[in-house]
């Protein structure tokens, strides 16, 4: 099973995690930034889809 980060904003795929750890060591390498808008992304503000694949 994997975990993708995406932003909310834009739809980027900012991390892939294969072990789960807190949102904010996903965060801390882009200065808890969107990658790929900008966005700034929260740690307490975030949604959990579940998708089967």
Avoid: T
């Avoid at 980060?5 to 892939?16: D, E, L, R, Y």
């Amino acid at each position: 099973m994997s975990v993708d980060v995406v932003c909310g904003k834009c739809g980027a795929k900012i991390a892939n995690m294969r072990m789960l750890k807190s949102i904010k060591d996903v965060m801390r390498p882009y200065n808890s930034k969107c990658p790929s808008c900008g966005q700034s992304l929260s740690p307490s503000e975030f949604s959990v889809d579940v998708q089967k694949n």
